[in-house]
């Protein structure tokens, strides 16, 4: 006959092993909610985007802003244009770089001073306003096209330099600069348009 203190310790040990499996199936749960989470909101920038492979998506309420602001240099097509506010600042309003550059359109100050537009007619050209520093991207490319016109290669590829390098620049190396952050910024705007949803149709080519 099996004592009571001999029958109760299998017991005891069945519960622990459960106890530890239930431990082990919730630590696990956790962890995949977690991995789940940060995926969708990797994916869900720029950035995630890239690295996943994904379509460089519009943000629905920049979309009708990037589309108007593009007719004021159609040389430069949608396309191009929203890929390169993509590369500015992945759609951050309130994007501030190392060197200073500010906005979705990452204007320097300096340049905002002298190319800055009030796009909405509220009174005040603001850097940090969408609507105002799209509007003042797409005219500063125009300008930036009838400056590196005299450039060699390709005038889109060195108006697209001429943004994040200076014309002075692109008329000085007479191209694109052989400027490492130059080069990958042109390289990059030109891929995401490749894959930019600027409707809601989906994938829009450039």
């Given at each position: 006959?099996?004592?009571?203190r001999?029958?109760?310790?299998?017991?005891?040990?069945?519960?622990?092993?459960?106890?530890?499996?239930?431990?082990?199936?919730?630590?696990?749960?956790?962890?995949?909610?977690?991995?789940?989470?940060?995926?969708?909101?990797?994916?869900?920038?720029?950035?995630?985007?890239?690295?996943?492979?994904?379509?460089?998506?519009?943000?629905?309420?920049?979309?009708?802003?990037?589309?108007?602001?593009?007719?004021?240099?159609?040389?430069?097509?949608v396309?191009?244009?929203?890929?390169?506010?993509?590369?500015?600042?992945?759609?951050?309003?309130?994007?501030?770089?190392?060197?200073?550059?500010?906005?979705?359109a990452?204007?320097?100050?300096?340049?905002?001073?002298?190319?800055?537009?009030d796009?909405?007619?509220?009174?005040?050209?603001?850097?940090?306003?969408?609507?105002?520093?799209?509007?003042?991207?797409?005219?500063?490319?125009?300008?930036?096209?009838?400056?590196?016109?005299?450039?060699?290669?390709?005038?889109?590829?060195?108006?697209?330099?001429?943004?994040?390098?200076?014309?002075?620049?692109?008329?000085?190396?007479?191209?694109?600069?052989?400027?490492?952050?130059?080069?990958?910024?042109?390289?990059?705007?030109?891929?995401?348009?490749?894959?930019?949803?600027?409707?809601d149709?989906?994938t829009?080519?450039?």
């Amino acid at each position: 006959m099996t004592s009571p203190r001999t029958s109760a310790r299998p017991r005891a040990r069945r519960r622990s092993r459960f106890t530890a499996v239930v431990a082990l199936l919730l630590v696990v749960a956790l962890a995949g909610s977690a991995l789940v989470g940060g995926w969708m909101a990797l994916t869900g920038t720029t950035q995630g985007q890239r690295l996943t492979g994904g379509p460089i998506v519009v943000p629905e309420e920049l979309r009708p802003i990037i589309t108007k602001a593009a007719k004021r240099c159609e040389a430069v097509p949608v396309e191009i244009f929203a890929a390169q506010i993509a590369a500015e600042s992945g759609w951050d309003p309130d994007a501030v770089s190392p060197a200073g550059a500010r906005g979705i359109a990452q204007f320097m100050p300096a340049v905002w001073e002298q190319y800055g537009i009030d796009a909405d007619k509220d009174g005040s050209a603001d850097i940090w306003n969408p609507v105002d520093a799209i509007h003042s991207a797409a005219e500063l490319n125009c300008v930036n096209r009838r400056l590196v016109r005299d450039a060699s290669g390709n005038r889109l590829h060195n108006t697209l330099a001429a943004y994040n390098a200076g014309f002075g620049s692109v008329l000085k190396y007479d191209g694109i600069p052989p400027f490492p952050e130059t080069e990958t910024y042109v390289a990059r705007i030109l891929e995401y348009a490749k894959t930019i949803v600027l409707t809601d149709g989906g994938t829009t080519r450039a």
